[in-house]
């Protein structure tokens, strides 16, 4: 099994561009999550999902958006990116919600915004 | 509000000391889970321990373990005779809902 894999693993936009961040599973699970890392500030929830056809907002969504169409796969784009967007980014999958089940993580995709 | 507070931004050890990461936490929840996880250098996140709120028995796990105390709303983390390997930014987190809340992160660097 291959986990959660993430593509890219780096990438460089210019202020005003869009781009697509894939996240996909392969355990099968239910819950799927995005997070973005920032010095000093830890992981941040941007959106996440509870199931195919699902999405809900995070602490910081602003600027983003999400898809699941399928179950195994979650998309966050960027419809225009900004340089507050520079951070790394974690996708996360997990069978159930927090209280039941702890979250697997995908190596992280690091964005950098000029 | 859900809160998770790691204070230690930063602790340096030399190999073979203890070294205890502190987590306070937050919640207006009766029933939550708390976790750690550990993030060494490669990036990647990798998961450590989960706890229930009604399980205030310390654990143990090899050089690792973790004291919960609800009464102080903390759940700490000591590493026992440190060694380099050990180096990382470590991260509790606190259950909210089906989400996670997670601290700051304390970066532990181990010096040979």
């Known amino acids: 099994n291959a986990g959660v894999t993430q593509t890219p693993k780096f990438r460089v936009l210019k202020t005003g561009q869009s781009m697509t961040l894939l996240c996909a599973q392969d355990m099968n699970h239910e819950y799927m999550y995005w997070y973005r890392q920032d010095p000093g500030m830890g992981l941040r929830l941007i959106h996440y999902s509870v199931g195919e056809g699902t999405t809900a907002k995070g602490e910081v969504p602003d600027g983003y958006n999400v898809s699941r169409l399928k179950k195994q796969n979650f998309l966050l784009g960027l419809e225009s990116a900004a340089p507050s967007q520079t951070s790394v980014y974690f996708c996360?999958?997990?069978?159930?919600?927090?209280?039941?089940?702890?979250?697997?993580f995908g190596p992280g995709t690091r964005l950098t915004v000029t | 509000a859900q809160k998770v507070t790691q204070a230690q931004t930063e602790i340096s050890v030399v190999e073979k000391e203890d070294v205890t990461l502190d987590c306070v936490y937050e919640t207006r929840d009766t029933t939550y889970y708390l976790f750690w996880y550990k993030q060494p250098p490669s990036g990647e996140l990798v998961f450590l321990i989960r706890?229930?709120?009604?399980?205030?028995q310390n654990e143990i796990s090899g050089r690792y373990s973790w004291n919960f105390q609800k009464s102080t709303s903390s759940f700490n983390f000591t590493i026992t005779a440190s060694q380099v390997v050990d180096s990382a930014v470590y991260f509790c987190?606190?259950?909210?809902?089906?989400?996670?809340?997670f601290g700051q992160g304390t970066t532990l660097q181990v010096k040979p």
């Open positions: 987190a606190l259950s909210d809902g089906g989400k996670l809340i």
């Open positions: 996360a999958s997990s069978p159930g919600g927090a209280l039941d089940y702890e979250q697997y």
């Open positions: 706890r229930n709120s009604f399980d205030e």
